[in-house]
């Protein structure tokens, strides 16, 4: 039912910004989290960040903690990741996931957005 679509992404220098967005639609935005997680070549998907329902509670990966920003605009139907001080270990395709089930696992995804830091 739900759908989400991330854009975004692209190339950016060391140490610079990038900030990426995911709109969802097809039911309630609000009463579900949402997350961002990442997989870089011959590397494990690794969950970057999620954000809950209202917006007030996020989790980071320590890798990214103090680095990188999730928020969401529930009126927008729309969650950001806010990337900054970016390093080349950041490159990664990017997903948007959310749940089929408020209180399951992440299991809807989107596409990808692929993000390449170098210098």
């Known amino acids: 039912q739900v759908q989400l679509v991330e854009s975004g992404g692209g190339l950016v220098q060391i140490r610079g910004s990038l900030r990426l967005s995911c709109a969802a639609s097809?039911?309630?935005?609000?009463?579900?989290?949402m997350g961002w997680f990442r997989q870089a070549p011959g590397k494990e998907r690794e969950r970057v960040a999620t954000?809950?329902?209202?917006?007030?509670?996020?989790y980071y990966a320590n890798s990214v903690k103090g680095r990188f920003t999730i928020s969401r605009d529930n009126a927008k139907n729309t969650v950001y990741l806010q990337m900054n001080s970016l390093k080349p270990e950041d490159t990664a395709v990017y997903y948007c996931?959310?749940?089929?089930?408020?209180?399951?696992?992440?299991?809807?995804w989107g596409q990808g957005t692929q993000v390449t830091v170098s210098s």
């Open positions: 954000i809950n329902g209202s917006g007030g509670s996020t």
């Open positions: 996931a959310t749940k089929s089930q408020v209180a399951g696992p992440y299991d809807v």
């Open positions: 097809g039911r309630t935005f609000s009463s579900y989290a």
